[in-house]
């Protein structure tokens, strides 16, 4: 057969292995052969060397049925690499062509037929080892970044980096044109891909990736306007882009279009999916940037709707940055508006939701109301458009009506693009920390005594007594002398002695009297108090909250005793003020989020014990007026009170309370110690878009929903499940949560 093969490639190399004499040859045709090859090597010796001989001679393959293992020896000769196969790689194998092809292209038709029996050759340490299919993806050794000049069936892991695309959109794509025993992971970290395949495959999936790893829009591109202002076409061309777009056939990708309006060079910014659409935004902005009819007498008169600032504000700035240029109307336009500014706030300034924060520590409740004035008062008066000048206002549509030439409403409308801009938010939370220690002892003994017998005209008495009420012994005999009804009365009438009393009670006639009485008594109180009182507000903007009561101060009266003359007519005067936290704010939001911060924050309380006192009750105050500077999300301490006070007291019978050891019979002491931590921290939170108020309110409601839900009410064998409100679930919320009360409650345990 090999010498058929010789005779008519004429003079054509057959090379094969030692292993296939052992599958289809015999020493006669293996005999022969190696003569050939003898005499094709002496001819070339003094030229080429054995390992390139073999490389670059091409072979005829013939194995049909042939065992696995003989053919991936007699492959590992031709290669001349060193083939190591798997105990499991067993069966039998066919390999053959029917014209003469390199040693490249049979190993590549081995690889393919090792394929197609579940095996596969992978590299590791420069061997090749001929392993199960399943097994490749965790031994294969060779490591490929970007492209890699490995092809065939042998499996290997290559990394994709890409640059535009993200990669775990791409897994979904990518991962059905993978062999099923094979892999693929994104990498999120630096947005790259991990696919360990068939170096063939890989070739295929490095074209597709490298097609749709693009830019998923076009370049920025300008087009500067020449008639047309850039902020009043910037929201025509968009609507008429998402138009398109809208009526786009199904299956048809319309792409997107985003328009920005540069006020600086009145030039409008476009970028767009693909070129195409990119070409149809340039022509209709060409069509619509057309001259405007100055002619006509209503051409001078233009509407400019604002997005965020106030109108008539706006206005006032507008007449007075362009009066030096606009001649006398415009200087009496700005003056005339001055005054309708200033009639406007003095309209409003007796009230207490105008008071600057300049004035918040004093009272500006209204007198004799039910409701204080700042619950009645509006929280905005309505404005009235302001007049005169070529610049007015109409606060009911928030509208600027603007009377000038094109160059001037330019100028204009360029100063209102850059002021019309969105305000930043603040949200300021407040802590009040206050902690209380208290510890009081008290020790004292009283006796009383009579001395003499019944019927003597004179008998002595002699004790001592200290305190109030029935602390005191002469009190508290009085009372016991009363029996039942005595001490019943005196219970009502006077406090009863705290602590540890001791008494001895002595008869006199058919009373009982206390004859002595020692009392201890020691005692330690605390208390930890957090309020965190918080509000939201528009950049340099005030706010104001208030959390507490609306208590009644008596103010005056009249009481007429009515006599012969008249009718009585009694009458009293009330004044009403808020007590509790109240916290008022202004903020301003500086360069790289530092925000100034002017800050009342108020904490008071009325004193139980004066509640009924004819004068009216008696306010615990302790507030804070400051202004200060914080980064954005940090803390910052505004001030407190840090007290420490001691009192001790003794009464007791001059010299004898002296007397050690026995002089405690003759005395009355007390030590008591108050320690006072009242601390108030801020914390400013910016907010300068929709998404941060979103997450922030979305926390907070979050939060307040978690206590309800366990707040719920614990079921009972007699009462009924009424259930307790709970906020219904937030638009965040996935899915399939809780929605009542009664499966809120079910998933509790």
């Given amino acids: 057969m ?33 003569e050939a090859n003898a005499a094709l090597a002496q001819s070339s010796a003094a030229r080429i060397h054995s390992p390139a001989l073999k490389s670059r001679t091409p ?70 080892k001929v392993v199960p299919e399943a097994d490749a993806k965790l031994q294969a050794g060779s490591v490929a970044v970007g492209t890699s000049g490995v092809r065939g069936d042998q499996i290997i892991t290559q990394i994709f980096k890409l640059n535009h695309e993200n990669a775990n959109n791409l897994v979904a794509v990518l991962r059905p044109l993978i062999s099923p025993n094979n892999t693929i992971n994104a990498n999120p970290g630096n947005n790259s891909l991990v696919i360990t395949d068939y170096a063939e495959n890989l070739q295929r999936l490095g074209r597709i990736i490298a097609t749709m790893d693009t830019p998923g829009s076009t370049d920025l591109e300008v087009v500067p306007l020449k008639h047309a202002i850039a902020s009043d076409l910037a929201a025509l061309v968009q609507k008429l882009a998402d138009g398109n777009a809208a009526a ?10 985003s328009v920005l309006a540069d006020a600086r060079s009145n030039a409008l910014i476009l970028r767009a999916a693909n070129p195409a659409r990119l070409a149809q935004a340039r022509a209709m902005i060409e069509k619509l940037d057309q001259p405007g009819n100055d002619g006509n007498a209503s051409g001078n008169i233009r509407v400019v709707y604002l997005k965020n600032a106030d109108a008539t504000k706006l206005a006032t700035v507008l007449r007075a940055a362009f009066a030096g240029g606009s001649g006398a109307s415009g200087g009496s336009a700005s003056s005339g508006s001055s005054s309708a500014f200033g009639s406007s706030a003095s309209s409003s300034s007796g009230t207490a939701s105008s008071t600057p924060l300049s004035g918040i520590g004093q009272n500006n409740s209204a007198t004799g109301s039910g409701t204080s004035a700042a619950a009645t008062t509006p929280v905005s008066a309505s404005q009235g458009p302001s007049t005169g000048g070529f610049v007015q206002a109409d606060p009911s549509i928030n509208a600027l009506i603007i009377t000038a030439p094109e160059p001037l409403y330019r100028q204009i409308r360029g100063v209102i693009d850059q002021l019309d801009v969105r305000r930043a938010q603040v949200y300021v939370e407040t802590m009040i920390v206050k902690v209380d220690a208290t510890k009081a002892a008290q020790f004292g003994v009283q006796w009383q005594n009579l001395f003499g017998n019944k019927g003597d005209s004179t008998i002595t008495g002699a004790g001592t007594n200290f305190g109030t009420g029935l602390n005191n012994i002469i009190n508290g005999s009085v009372a016991t002398a009363g029996g039942r009804t005595g001490v019943a009365t005196a219970l009502a009438n006077g406090a009863a002695p705290q602590g540890f009393n001791i008494g001895l009670l002595k008869q006199v006639g058919n009373f009982y009297t206390l004859g002595a009485i020692a009392n201890f008594l020691e005692s330690e109180t605390g208390g930890n108090v957090l309020s965190t009182p918080n509000l939201v507000a528009l950049d340099n903007e005030e706010a104001k909250i208030v959390i507490g009561q609306n208590v009644p101060f008596l103010t005056g009266s009249y009481a007429n005793t009515g006599g012969n003359t008249g009718a009585a007519n009694p009458f009293q005067t009330i004044d009403r003020k808020d007590v509790g936290l109240t916290l008022r704010i202004r903020s301003q939001i500086g360069e790289g989020g530092t925000v100034r911060m002017t800050v009342y924050q108020e904490n008071s309380s009325v004193i139980a014990a004066t509640s009924t006192n004819s004068s009216g009750p008696t306010t615990d105050k302790s507030a804070v007026e400051t202004t200060v500077s914080v980064d954005d999300g940090q803390i910052l301490v505004l001030g407190g009170l840090m007290k420490d006070e001691y009192a001790d007291g003794e009464d007791g019978v001059p010299g004898l309370s002296q007397i050690p050891l026995l002089g405690n019979l003759f005395k009355s002491q007390n030590r008591k110690r108050i320690k006072t931590n009242l601390m108030v921290f801020l914390r400013p939170v910016v907010m300068r878009n929709q998404n941060a108020a979103d997450q922030l309110t979305l926390d907070r409601y979050e939060s307040i929903r978690s206590l309800q839900q366990g707040s719920q009410p614990k079921p009972h064998m007699i009462l009924p499940d009424t259930g307790a409100p709970v906020l219904p679930p937030s638009p965040a919320t996935p899915a399939g949560g809780a929605s009542s009360a009664a499966q809120q409650k079910q998933q509790q345990p």
């Avoid at 014209?99 to 090749?128: C, D, I, K, M």
Wanted: aromatic share 6%.
């Fill in 248 to 257: 786009a056939a199904p299956g048809q990708a319309a792409g997107s279009l």
């Fill in 2 to 34: 090999n010498k058929k093969c010789l005779g008519a490639n004429r003079g054509t190399l057959t090379l094969l292995a030692a292993a296939l004499l052992n599958l289809h040859g015999s020493p006669a045709l293996a005999q022969a052969d190696a």
């Fill in 59 to 128: 072979v005829t393959l013939n194995f049909v049925n042939a065992d696995l293992e003989g053919v991936t020896r007699a492959m590992g000769v031709m290669l001349d690499r060193q083939f190591i196969i798997d105990p499991r790689v067993k069966g039998l194998i066919t390999v053959y062509s029917e014209q003469p092809v390199s040693v490249r292209e049979a190993y590549l038709n081995y690889l393919a037929a090792l394929r197609g029996l579940g095996f596969t050759v992978v590299e590791n340490s420069g061997l090749l």
